[in-house]
Each structure stands twice: as structure tokens, then as C-alpha cells.
């Protein structure tokens, strides 16, 4: 094992190398732009270190999935999945990238660009960990399947599809996720839930051209009765209105919350991180984390209507769009949720607001007694020195359809600073922590292989 | 007077020339955009049409005035002043404009562009009639003055300071306003009034970064502040919810009621022309008339707040921003206006509300029993065979400071179809009201000069 953890010490300017080359491929699943060139890119990769790879295809229109199957001779009977995905965040606001957000750029310990962390820096610490131990032993300690998905950040519509259509090629018995933060003392945080999202977009019409604004006085602004619309929603205290909305809810175990006590944060940090006073509802401690496991959220991603470039223009637009984003939490099921945000509307006088739905995925959870979980403390704890159980975390990933749909445990664990700014310009993935997960991934294919 | 207005006809081609020429050159004013190409292409304009013209400057970063001035050899004692602007409106969204806003392309008897009725089509007609005058009796019936501005669009912010400084250049007896309607039965709109403006920008900064919107658990979204502060300041009939906000305010007298019931608006053509089903408040016939002459607004201009781009984001804003015009009536300071919304958001617990003043402008009426307005009918009677009296137009124009520096009645007549698209895409300006307005100022020029 030792030389293995050498090699990856040895290995790592070519995994920084490899890492740039990824980030340099943009792949904006939301504009479509370089997904196929992205996935050609990553099975090639894969090949490069020795992984065997096919692109595999649902349907016309839909991202392919790079797949990677390394059998193992020692121990062919037991199957370690990796998840990930090779699209990235929109670059939006470009003014505010100290580079261009597909440099690759290095600084110093940092590699900065869209996709740096989230999430082809994750996967290099996948790939890089495979191939060290078929550099040094010609083998791995057990069967390797790469899952590497294109429209992760567009909601992952079609991946429960994928899973179903592959069922056999891709089982498992247990299934690193995607990503997994790293805290401000560099513990990792080994996760065992995400939360689910209903992604909709809100849109009023109510003329057919921009008008003088001087006509507000007859015509109807579609960016008031969108105000008027989203204050039906949602109090100030950040409680969701609609009817229903939190009845499938069930409160956190006492175990959960034993663990939650557990988790760390450290709110001074995060506030000079994010350049905030405080927190909503002034919330502290315990009170964060649980809101960060277990709150449902109503959350404006996106608002706009009329003129919104600098200077004055009197102008009555023609339409307004808002763009929302609700987290759910186990037992909300997303098309039940937006029935009830659809009869919310419609009960409410808002018929004449068109609703868009971009996504919907549910919450997933994996139990903290899991024997895949002791596992993968372990690797954690050697290579890192500590780790820290989190019940859940607050994004979203198609969890749900994994556990579903393959029967097998996911636990997430990586390598992105918790400060990293994914999804945000100036994104970065820190070499140090790289190099240690891919360390720990080695560390967990060990273990992973010895236990039953 | 008959030789002068066939001139009118027989310069038709080229009036449409001087027309496209000043389209073609941008001048938007938002964006300090061919601001000064624009004030010496008309400068040169007035000189090529027989104008003594000078550039004036009030101080470093404002824009010029486009000063025109002829004397009249037999009349000396009496003058009447052209008040136009060069400036126009920004251009967005340009992807709804079927050519270039500023190719000045002609389909029929369209003329189209950014500034094609607003203001540079209707600044055509008052130097073509001049023209007119010279080439027929080499000389004007009474001194003419054009006082051309360039920040109009933007608020007219320094025309007031502009008056003042050449207080006795510009002295006169009457003005022209800028613009005038024409209303679907060909018939010009003899405005005798403007409403005033205050222009604001609100802003709300939460984080110094944009964040991944699984935090919207524990960050302050910007946006969901802002439409919580908005809602507070309207309520959805359209009523203004700001402390004393109309307390200014005074009702209609007797004779601006019987002014505004013989108004003409043609609702169905209305609805028709913006594809909307009602008015506001499901306003109909004299409600609908009082509301565009004498309802203070507040319009939402411009909304914006994180991702706007096709597709769905999952991010937390850190900034939210809303444009905001506030058209004011008679005896509201737009100062005084401008410290009750502050006043306003601080009291209602909104005291991380930016507010940015763009621009404010009193509102302005002129009697109706003024001598010049008896002129303009005449002149408006026979060259467009009708006319319609209109107490107070629905848009901002710095009339107050007119009437208040120079002491002389303000009263607008133009060529502007009343669907023209001003500020908006596709804005046109139509020919045959063009010639039809040319030889209306020749009339009003001739029977200002006759009268005292």
C-alpha cells in the first residue's frame, strides 16, 4: 500500500497536468456548449491511465455518459462505483474572473477555473488513484466502474434513465459520490445524504412589446405582478407559504441530531468568506447545521424584467421571469410539490403566471451504520488524520436514483475546499487536498476489497 | 404662405435625407454614446438649412446644447424657440429590432429607427420649416431659436443650469415643446402640460460573492430583501404606499374635466397595438383619460438579481437592483418625493436599501387660455384639418424649468404617431405626418409673428 501512496506523491504534476487539460474543455451543459467534445476528452483520459472506456448514449439530445470498467483479477466479485460528471456551472458574471474561467491558471497552492473542484478535479483523484494501482501492482483491489455523467449541473434529468437502461453494467456494491468538501482544518467531510430540488422557472406576459413607462398608468407592469406573485410564496422569515409545502417533513432522529451536534462550522470563517454580518433569522450553532441538513428552501436564483443595464431608461417592460430553486428534504416528492406550487398560483389569482420546470430530484439518505460508511472513516482518518460525518449535505445530486435504481450505498468524500466558490467565478481546487484525496480513494478501493 | 408650404412638399426627399443622416448617427445619451458626433452633425445641419449655429458648453462631462438662431428682418421684436433634443433612447433589447436601430430604413411610408419620432424626426420638421422660410422670403416671420439638448433621455439633468446661464440667449416668447402625438384619426394632440419624474435606482448587496444556492438556508438572498421592500411600497391596485406620497397632490378643476372629455382614446386600437386584454384596474373611458393626464406612478423599469441566462442556475445572488420611475403631477417636489421614499424604506426596516437618484423633474402645465395656444389650434386646423387639446401629457419633460426661467408658454405640437414604439424596438416616424407637421410650425411661426 505504502508504494502506492508513493506513486501518487510521485504522479502528481501529471494529475495537475491532466486536471488543466479538463478545465481548459469548457463544458456548460446549460448552453450545451463543448459537451461532446468533454466527453470524448474524459474517455480518453480514462484510456490514458489505463482504464478501458465507451461512451455510452441514451438518446438523440441528451449528454452521453462516459463509462470506465477496470476488472479486478485478484477480487472480481466485489465492485467499487465511482460518480461523477464532466459538465460544469455557466461562467456568469464574467467581469468578476480574475482569468479566464477556463485557464487552468496556478497560484501558488490553488488551481483556479470553472470545473477546477466542481467536478473534474474530483474525478482526477478518481481516475489518478485507479491508476496508481495498476502502475504498481497490474491490478486493482477490486472491480472499478467509472459512471461519469454530462448534465449534473443542469438537474441530471436523464441520469435515473441511464441507470435503469445500464442497470447491469453499472452494479455495484457501493458508490463513491461525486464530490465531498473539505473543512477549514482540512477534515473531510464524509456525507451520507443530499437534499432533492424543483428548479422552475416563473414568467409573466403582459403585452406584446416594451412600452414608455409613462403608459404605467394603463397598462400593467409584469414586474410588479411578479412581486406580488413571489410575496405569495414566502414570508420574510424565509417560511415557504404554500400550502402543504412542509407536510411529508419528519424531524431529524435523535442519532441524526447527535451527529449534527458532531459536525463542525465555523461561522466566523464563513462570514468573512462570504462577507456577510449574519445568518438568516440570526441563526447559530446547532441551529445552522441543521438548517443546512434539513431545511427546505425557497431560493431566487435568477429575477429579471426591463432595462437592467447602467444608466435610466423609462421603459414599462413587456414581461418578467423569475427562476427558483427549492430544496426538498426526504419525503417531499418534486412533482407533488409542484402541483401544490402550481395550485398555490392558481388559488392565489395568479393563473396568468407560466410555470417552467427545469428539474426535479428527491432527497437521499444513507445510514450512518452502513458497513461501507466504516470503510471509507477509516481510509479518511489515514489519510487525512480526522474526517467529520455529515447527515447531510445541503446541494443536490441524484443520490436518490442511485440508491434506488442500483440497491448500493453512496457516501460522498472529496477534495474541494469548502471555500472553493463553485457554481461562483474565481472556482478553485487546492493541490494539497488533491493530492490527499486521491491518496484516500486509494485507501478506500484497500479497504473496501478486504471487507465483505 | 401657399408658395412656402408647397416648399414644404417639393423638400419632402430632403427632409426623409437629414432624417436617415441623424438616425444613422448613434446618440444615446444612458450610455454616452456619439454624444458629440451628434451635436456637430446637427450643428452642421442647422448651418446647411440657413441656421446660425453654435456648440454650447456648460462645464467638462455634460452634454452640449446645439444653439440655432435666426433674426428676423421685419420682425425683430417677437420670438418664438424650437426646444428638441439630439440624444435618444438606449437600443435594447436589440434582438427584437427587425434591422439595425440605427439604419433609418424606409418601408412605405415608414421611417425606421432609434430617434426616428423621438426626437430627431420631430427636430426635422422645425428646421425644414425654417428652411422653407428662407428659401421662399429670405427671411423668418419672427426670430426663431433652436435650443437643442443632448441629455434629455437621461433626465434633462442640466437643462435647468443650462437655462440659467443663458438666460437672455434664450429669451423668448413662446416655446415649441420638444415632441407631439398624433392620435389615429390623424389628428395632432395639442399638449399643453408634461408630468414630472424621479427617477430612482435601489440596490441591495448581501454577500461579496455570489454563492452556490444550497446556502440559501443561512445566507440573505438579495433578492427575496428586495421584493420584501418592494412590496411595501406599492400594493397591487397600484397605489402608492409611501407616507404623504400624494399629499401635494390637488384634484382636476372644472375645465381641465371638460379638456379631458373630449380627448379622444381609442381602447380597442390601444389594446390592440400591445396585445393586452384591459387596462388597469380594468380602467375604462374618462378613467382611463385622467389617469394618463394626472396618476402619479410607481414603475418598475428594470429588475435584475443573479442568472438571467437561458437555462437553470443554482445560485445564491449577492446583489439585487430595481430601476424605478415615479412619474409625478403639478405641486409634487420631486426632492421632497425622493425624501419620503428614504424616509420610507428606513422606517419600514429597509435601511440596507441603496437608493441612487438618477433624475427628478417637476411636472409643468401651461393655461389653456393662453394667446399661443390659440395660435397653435389655428395652425393646427389648417394643416391637419382637427385637433385634440390634452391637459397634461403622460410623459417627463423639464417644461417646469422652461416656464420658470424663461417666464414664456410652453405648448408641444408634433409628427409623432401615437404608436410610434418611442423608446422601444422598431420606433418609427411616418412621412406624410412629417410634412403634415413641417407645415404646421410654417403656420405657427406666421401666426405667432401676427399676433401679440
Not at 19 to 24: A, K, V, Y
Not at 159 to 168: G, N, Q, S, W
Given at each position: ?33 463543448g ?52 459538465d ?55 472491480n ?17 434513465a441511464?441507470?435503469k ?72 422569515s ?38 456577510i ?18 431545511d ?96 447531510s ?60
Amino acid at each position: 500500500m505504502n508504494q502506492i501512496l508513493k506513486h501518487v506523491d510521485k504522479n502528481i504534476n501529471r494529475l495537475i497536468k491532466d486536471l488543466q487539460i479538463l478545465i481548459r474543455q469548457p463544458s456548460v451543459s446549460a448552453k450545451n456548449q463543448g459537451i461532446e467534445e468533454c466527453a470524448k476528452l474524459v474517455s480518453n483520459t480514462l484510456k490514458k491511465s489505463g482504464i478501458p472506456s465507451e461512451i455510452l448514449r441514451l438518446k438523440k439530445g441528451v449528454a452521453p455518459i462516459v463509462f470506465g470498467h477496470v476488472r479486478s483479477k485478484k477480487n472480481p466479485n466485489k465492485t467499487l462505483l465511482f460518480y461523477n460528471h464532466y459538465d460544469v456551472q455557466p461562467v456568469e458574471p464574467l467581469e468578476l474572473w480574475e482569468d479566464d474561467p477556463f485557464s487552468g491558471k496556478i497560484r501558488g497552492n490553488k488551481i483556479f477555473g470553472r470545473g477546477s473542484a466542481d467536478d473534474k478535479g474530483e474525478l482526477i483523484t478518481r481516475i489518478k488513484a485507479v491508476e496508481s494501482f495498476l502502475k504498481i501492482t497490474g491490478d486493482v483491489p477490486c472491480n472499478i466502474k467509472f459512471v461519469i455523467e454530462g448534465e449534473e449541473e443542469i438537474g441530471s434529468t436523464n441520469i435515473e434513465a441511464y441507470l435503469k437502461r445500464f442497470r447491469k453494467k453499472f452494479s455495484c456494491d457501493g458508490v463513491i459520490w461525486e464530490f465531498g468538501y473539505v473543512d477549514s482544518k482540512n477534515r473531510p467531510i464524509i456525507g451520507l445524504g443530499m437534499k432533492g430540488l424543483l428548479y422552475v422557472e416563473l414568467s409573466i406576459k403582459e403585452s406584446i412589446r416594451d412600452a414608455h413607462s409613462s403608459l404605467a398608468v394603463i397598462i400593467k407592469n409584469p414586474a410588479w405582478r411578479l412581486v406580488d406573485a413571489l410575496k405569495t410564496l414566502q414570508d420574510s422569515s424565509g417560511k415557504i407559504l404554500i400550502k402543504d409545502w412542509y407536510r411529508e417533513v419528519t424531524p431529524f432522529s435523535k442519532s441524526d441530531l447527535k451527529l449534527l451536534g458532531k459536525e463542525p462550522f465555523d461561522e466566523n470563517s464563513f462570514k468573512k468568506e462570504y462577507g456577510i454580518k449574519g445568518f438568516v433569522n440570526d441563526k447559530r450553532g446547532l441551529e445552522i447545521k441543521k438548517a443546512l441538513a434539513g431545511d427546505p428552501t425557497c431560493n431566487i436564483a435568477g429575477l429579471v424584467s426591463g432595462y437592467t443595464l447602467d444608466g435610466a431608461k423609462t421603459v414599462l417592460p413587456s414581461s418578467a421571469l423569475v427562476k427558483i430553486d427549492f430544496r426538498l428534504v426526504p419525503n417531499m416528492d418534486p412533482k407533488k410539490q409542484l402541483a401544490r406550487l402550481q395550485k398555490h398560483l392558481k388559488q392565489n389569482g395568479f393563473s396568468d403566471v407560466k410555470i417552467k420546470m427545469y428539474h426535479g430530484e428527491a432527497a437521499a439518505r444513507t445510514n450512518p451504520s452502513d458497513p461501507f460508511v466504516a470503510q471509507i472513516k477509516e481510509a479518511a482518518r489515514e489519510s487525512f488524520g480526522d474526517f467529520v460525518v455529515n447527515v447531510s449535505n445541503a446541494g443536490t445530486g441524484p443520490m436518490h436514483s442511485f440508491v434506488n435504481v442500483l440497491g448500493a450505498p453512496c457516501v460522498s468524500i472529496g477534495s474541494t475546499y469548502m471555500f472553493s466558490r463553485i457554481h461562483s467565478p474565481n472556482e478553485f481546487a487546492r493541490i494539497d487536498l488533491l493530492r490527499k484525496t486521491t491518496k484516500c480513494i486509494c485507501l478506500i478501493m484497500d479497504k473496501f476489497s478486504k471487507h465483505d
